[in-house]
Each structure stands twice: as C-alpha cells, then as structure tokens.
Nanobody
C-alpha cells in the first residue's frame, strides 16, 4: 500500500508559480507510477500530469503542457508538480495518486491523497 499526502497549495496571482509536493509512505513507492489530478467546483476530476516509476514517461494534459512540470525523487518518496504561468482556470483542488501505469485515467489509480487547494487570482 501507499499513503500519499499533498502540500504546497495556496493563493497566487495569475502569472505566478507554485510547487506542489506529494509525500508517499510505503517501501514500494518507486514501483508506482504517480499522477496529479485536479477538481474545480462543479466539475469532474481531471488529469493534469503523470510520471512513470522511472521518471522516463511524463504525459501532460494539453491545458498545462509547457507550463507544468512533474518530477519525482524516489529516494525521498516524493513527487513534485512545478506550476508556472498560472491562470485563474487552474484554480482547483489538486490531488496526488499512485497507480500501476502513468495513465491519464482516474480509474487506473488506487491510492489518493486528500488534496491541496490552489487558487489563482486574476
């Protein structure tokens, strides 16, 4: 099993940056792909980015490509999401999740954190 906890959310002005962290527990963290998803009020949870266990595969949603970067440090059991050039439409609760493959589907992830709020003001 993997237990994940997100941190790093907050309030930022449009054009600003934030770095989210996802700390995971469990000896098998390095065997899992990790994903970031987000959910805005009244909307479904949507894929943001994922990273394979080795870090070699990093798919992104089109809406964040070129602005967000996902990375992982298996030695620290941590995944990061660097978010630059933030827009008001990036406002959402951001969730970290662990799964078998670096998929964009919510259904492919087994372990989820509680989420961290990101608010981008215009």
């Amino acid at each position: 099993q993997v237990h994940v906890v997100e941190s790093g959310g907050g309030l930022v002005q449009a054009g600003g940056s934030l770095r989210l962290s996802c700390a995971a527990s469990g000896r098998t963290f390095s065997a899992y792909a990790m994903g970031w998803f987000r959910q805005a009020p009244g909307k479904e949870r949507e894929f943001v980015a994922a990273i394979s266990w080795s870090g070699g595969h990093t798919p992104y949603a089109d809406s964040v490509k070129g602005r967000f970067t996902i990375s992982r440090d298996n030695g620290k059991n941590t995944v990061y999401l660097q978010m630059n050039s933030l827009k008001p439409e990036d406002t959402a609760v951001y969730y970290c999740a662990a799964g078998v493959g670096s998929s964009s589907s919510v259904r492919d992830y087994d372990y989820w954190g509680q989420g961290t709020q990101v608010t981008v003001s215009s």
